[in-house]
């Protein structure tokens, strides 16, 4: 009861509200401009929300990252252009309802079920997380080396279409964490002498680079494409949809299900949650015509849902262990370490109100995307005619000054251009970058976690399967790659001609 | 740029020899079994696995695939200044702002990502002014980030406070 008082004080802060709303109009602009993802709103954001109070920085990345997933949806209704990749699976719904004269029932469906998808998994994460948690104070360095190798083999699993690459891609990422001072005894590796280098690769740096300025580097090089078509009339948005989320609770409840679940999942994002989310609910529609606007809607609100959903979700292994879910609570967990506010299951204990205030902020972020998300719908011309050619200049800068100012060093603006190149490189050639990311991120904890235990057990490797947790969570892991073995058998023994 | 992938397990067989070759020289610390070298020697062993595999599956592709593939912007002129327009104007950014200052380096980044996309100069110069203005407002004064003011250090008394 106290730390409900707490919270409801925290939340009702004009400054924190303020906040919320700025970040609010941020994320919705983004993600409304096509090519700009929710990812590269989060990375441009976290240079100001450095010098923030802890939970009001954590308030703005996740009340822009939750806008500019939904704001995804506008391009991809009205133009058949998804804003972010997380509106990709369904985009072809959506606009095939807007050429149908039908704008405000797909928007409004979008929406709708974004709302309700992330509302779900907030709850979800706010009563997971905290007997999560009371679990993970049982583990030692074991089962959070462990965890992180789960978490490292989720993504690399989950990570692209290629295992193989993804493998090389994380192995790379854990590579590149090595830089700098050793955990353990202090000792500089791969720093060839340069200073900048000792305290390691900046992580936002790296994450500015490989997000934003390989992210630019594609789209100055794309063709320069028609923006002003297919200004359709919306109608109403907000008419009926009580009834259309009702009749449809199934697919939202679904969505909503699937979508927190990946999103947990280390490594899958929004976009491998509306992805999953709409081949099931089209799974379920054997039998039904496909093109009737009732199928068209399921997948919408489903998918929708889902996207939104995978949000909270990749909060609960963020929160609870330190993991990241997705590419954004890995900015996140930097974040709260630089703001003193250390992920993991101590947390709950240390710093209750502020956690507490956190997992509200997904609920009035989530009631706010209703009247924000309506607003963006009416102005989406406007955001439309900011030029393209102005935009490159102003995010390269934005990138620019946001490394120097979290490292102080032009070192750093350097970083950025150089992981930029190696960041389109890398995609170029179906090298997933969600794996090197997180190995970039994890490689400190599996080391430290892997050194402490052998320096515990005297460098007896049974140590790692000491204890009933620890055999659990090898057993998951070592399974998880098992299964990840067996399924690529299986598709290549399934793309493999049939010889008569 | 998409390479076969025979260049690319080659890159990260590399990559794990230059791991190995320098962990190799990291001793573990008097009375430690494990040292600094340690984690990186498994990195590197495993990039090498890893690669090895990834080239000798490339292999089977080796003569019906091409070595390297240009993409589509690369085949004009204007696609390469396009792109090199980005890494060129951060170089640019790094080698002057210490001299030059944030506004004026700003201004100059932001006219010439601008020409390369084709927006004149009359609009390119006061769009990088105002650019410039906001985000040392924005860094500079909100935030107190310290970005260097060059020649104009007499005037940045206008912009702070």
Same mark, same amino acid.
């Given at each position: ?46 240079p ?28 991809? +209704? ?9 509106? +990709? ?38 009563? $997971? ?55 353990? @005894? ?27 300025? @390989? ?6 090089? =794309? ?14 948005? @907000? ?52 093109? $009737? ?11 929708? +849902? ?91 800068l934005f990138c620019i000054v946001g490394a120097f100012s ?7 603006v ?23 990311? =997180? ?62 | ?20 070759? #320098? ?69 640019? #950014? ?8 944030f506004?004026?380096?700003a ?28 985000l040392?407002?924005i860094f ?5 980030v310290?970005l ?14």
């Amino acid at each position: 009861m106290v730390i409900l008082t707490d919270v409801l004080g925290v939340l009702l802060d004009v400054h924190l509200l303020l906040v919320i709303v700025a970040s609010a109009i941020y994320g919705l602009v983004l993600g409304a401009i096509p090519g700009l993802t929710a990812l590269m709103a989060t990375a441009l954001l976290v240079p100001v929300v450095m010098f923030m109070e802890p939970v009001p920085a954590i308030a703005a990345i996740i009340t822009s990252s939750a806008m500019a997933i939904f704001a995804g949806d506008i391009p991809g +209704a009205l133009m058949r252009m998804p804003g972010t990749p997380a509106s +990709a699976a369904y985009t072809d719904d959506a606009y095939s309802l807007t050429r149908e004269g039908k704008a405000g029932l797909s928007l409004g469906a979008g929406l709708f079920s974004s709302v309700l998808g992330g509302l779900l998994s907030a709850l979800v994460l706010t009563l $997971a997380a905290p007997n999560l948690a009371e679990l993970a104070l049982q583990f030692s360095s074991v089962e959070y080396f462990w965890l992180a190798v789960l978490g490292l083999s989720c993504a690399t699993f989950v990570g692209g279409s290629s295992l193989l690459k993804g493998v090389a891609a994380l192995l790379f990422g854990l590579g590149l964490s090595t830089i700098g001072m050793d955990p353990v @005894s202090g000792t500089p590796r791969f720093t060839f002498g340069v200073t900048n280098l000792l305290g390691g690769l900046g992580l936002i740096p790296l994450l500015i680079g490989v997000f934003a300025i @390989s992210e630019l580097l594609r789209t100055v090089t =794309l063709p320069p494409t028609d923006e002003r078509r297919a200004q359709a009339a919306v109608g109403s948005v @907000s008419a009926g949809m009580g009834r259309l989320m009702w009749r449809h609770r199934r697919e939202v409840l679904r969505g909503s299900t699937l979508g927190t679940l990946v999103g947990a999942l280390p490594g899958a994002g929004a976009d491998i949650a509306a992805w999953i989310s709409y081949a099931v609910t089209r799974r379920s529609q054997k039998g039904k015509d496909p093109n $009737a606007l009732d199928q068209k809607v399921e997948r919408l609100v489903s998918a929708g +849902a889902a996207n939104n959903a995978a949000l909270g979700g990749a909060y609960i292994p963020a929160t609870v262990f330190g993991i990241p879910g997705d590419a954004i609570t890995a900015i996140v967990i930097s974040v709260m370490f630089l703001k003193g506010l250390n992920p993991g299951p101590t947390i709950f204990l240390n710093n209750p109100t502020a956690i507490y205030s956190i997992f509200a902020i997904f609920f009035v972020a989530n009631l706010l995307m209703i009247p924000l998300g309506i607003l963006c719908i009416r102005t989406f011309g406007l955001i439309l005619k900011v030029p393209r050619a102005y935009l490159t200049p102003i995010i390269l800068l934005f990138c620019i000054v946001g490394a120097f100012s979290v490292e102080n060093t032009l070192f750093a603006v350097g970083i950025i251009a150089v992981v930029g190149l190696l960041g389109y490189f890398m995609e170029a050639n179906d090298i997933p970058m969600a794996p090197a990311v =997180l190995g970039l991120i994890l490689g400190p904890v599996i080391e430290q976690t892997f050194m402490t235990s052998m320096l515990k057990s005297g460098g007896e490797v049974s140590v790692f399967f000491d204890r009933p947790l620890a055999i659990a969570l090898a057993v998951v892991t070592l399974g998880s790659w098992a299964l990840a073995g067996v399924l690529k058998l299986v598709d290549a023994a399934k793309a493999r001609p049939v010889l008569t | 740029m998409k390479v076969q992938d025979v260049l690319v397990g080659l890159f990260f067989i590399a990559i794990g020899i230059l791991m190995i070759e #320098y962990a190799a020289d990291l001793k573990p610390p008097r009375h430690l079994k494990f040292g600094p070298g340690f984690f990186p020697l498994i990195i590197g062993s495993g990039l090498i696995l890893v690669g090895g595999i990834i080239a000798l599956l490339g292999l089977r592709t080796l003569r019906t695939e091409p070595l390297w593939h240009r993409p589509e912007w690369s085949r004009t002129r204007q696609g390469w200044v396009r792109f090199c327009s980005i890494p060129a104007a951060i170089a640019l #950014y790094v080698l002057i702002v210490d001299a030059a200052g944030f506004l004026l380096t700003a201004i100059l980044v932001m006219v010439l990502v601008l020409a390369v996309s084709g927006v004149p100069l009359r609009r390119g110069v006061p769009a990088g002014a105002v650019t410039a203005v906001v985000l040392t407002a924005i860094f500079a004064s909100v935030l107190h980030v310290p970005l260097p003011w060059g020649p104009l250090q007499t005037i940045s008394g206008w912009l702070l406070w």
